[in-house]
């Protein structure tokens, strides 16, 4: 059993940065692939990043490719999303997410889902 617990969230102007953690408590975290998802309102979960098990491999959204970077410090049991030029349409909850199950990108293949921090991007 994983639990996953995210921070870092905040409201930030257009153009800014902010860093996401997501912390892991259990022994087995570096060995699962760990993904970034948000949801706007309104809207459905959505993809943003992953990161593989020893973080070797990154895949990331059209949408942040370029802007954002998914990280983990597996010794730490913690992974990151450093968030850059920000703009409104990154308004949203973010949640981090561990243990795929299938299709990266599919958030219902995820088992272990932190409980989200609000990122609110002002114009």
């Known amino acids: 059993q994983v639990q996953l617990v995210d921070a870092g969230g905040g409201l930030v102007q257009a153009g800014g940065s902010l860093r996401l953690s997501c912390a892991a408590s259990?022994?087995?975290?570096?060995?699962?692939?760990v993904g970034w998802f948000r949801q706007a309102p309104g809207k459905e979960r959505e993809f943003v990043a992953r990161i593989s098990s020893s973080g070797a491999i990154t895949l990331y959204a059209d949408s942040v490719k370029g802007r954002f970077t998914i990280s983990r410090a597996n010794a730490k049991n913690t992974a990151y999303l450093q968030m850059n030029s920000l703009n409104p349409e990154d308004t949203a909850v973010y949640y981090c997410?561990?243990?795929?199950?299938?299709?990266?990108?599919?958030?219902?293949?995820?088992?272990?889902w932190g409980q989200g921090t609000q990122v609110t991007v002002s114009s």
């Open positions: 259990g022994r087995t975290f570096s060995t699962y692939a």
């Open positions: 997410a561990a243990r795929p199950r299938g299709t990266y990108y599919d958030a219902r293949t995820y088992d272990y």
